[in-house]
């Protein structure tokens, strides 16, 4: 029996769940906006058996870059104290799945996965709404160009609402990875390694690169 656990903390949730094979045995999910660093730690610890499995599944982002860094680094020494793989996953596509058990039948109408970014940007990818294979490439893209490109009715997402109100037009539906979904989530969307995508620049710029001659 293979004992998994899912962390993420990509976007404004907090998600865990601990699973024996594909069996949830103990979740914790919360919108916690801040404080991801304060309290993984003490989450995971609270789980049955101190969280302790023999494979972590992390979110890879897009999302915060805080937030990737402290789901990221948590995984990684979790994953070498016990001796176990650590594989990722994106935050879009777990937006996707959710938006998929949610509204499972909602005709040819792509999903659409938005989430918050910085700096007036947004997150976002299409998916097929019954496949979930992705139809665009995750992007950060300013919500007034993005207002542009996105023309489906119903979007997703933490940064769905941010993005119907500047269109003028549509549903949004506002929702956060879940760690509990796991096991639905499409192979094809399970990374073998945890390597971060950010999804745009870093925030911080070097000195060397801003200076000028």
């Given at each position: 029996?293979?004992?998994q656990l899912v962390i993420e903390t990509a976007t404004e949730a907090l998600s865990l769940a601990l699973f024996d094979d594909e ?148 549903d949004a539906v506002t929702l956060h990875p879940d760690a509990a979904d796991f096991p639905m989530l499409p192979a094809a969307h ?24």
């Open positions: 029996m293979l004992r069996v949830c045995v103990a979740r914790y999910h919360d919108v916690i906006g801040r404080g991801h660093a304060e309290q993984l730690m003490p989450r995971i610890a609270a789980l049955p058996g101190g969280g302790r499995a023999g494979g972590i599944a992390v979110d890879t982002g897009p999302g915060s870059f805080t937030g990737l860094r402290v789901g990221l680094a948590a995984a990684r020494a979790l994953g070498y104290a016990w001796e176990a793989p650590v594989c990722g996953f994106s935050a879009l596509a777990m937006v996707a799945l959710a938006a998929q058990r949610i509204h499972p039948a909602e005709g040819a109408e792509a999903i659409v996965a938005v989430i918050t970014g910085g700096h007036g940007e947004l997150f976002w990818q299409k998916f097929d709404r019954h496949s979930l294979a992705p139809l665009t490439s995750p992007a950060s893209t300013p919500i007034n160009s993005l207002s542009a490109l996105v023309t489906e009715h119903r979007l997703y997402g933490s940064g769905a609402e941010v993005l119907v109100t500047a269109r003028s037009f549509g399970v990374r073998a390694t945890a390597a971060p995508l950010y999804g745009r620049n870093a925030d911080a710029v070097p000195s060397a690169a801003r200076m000028t001659f």
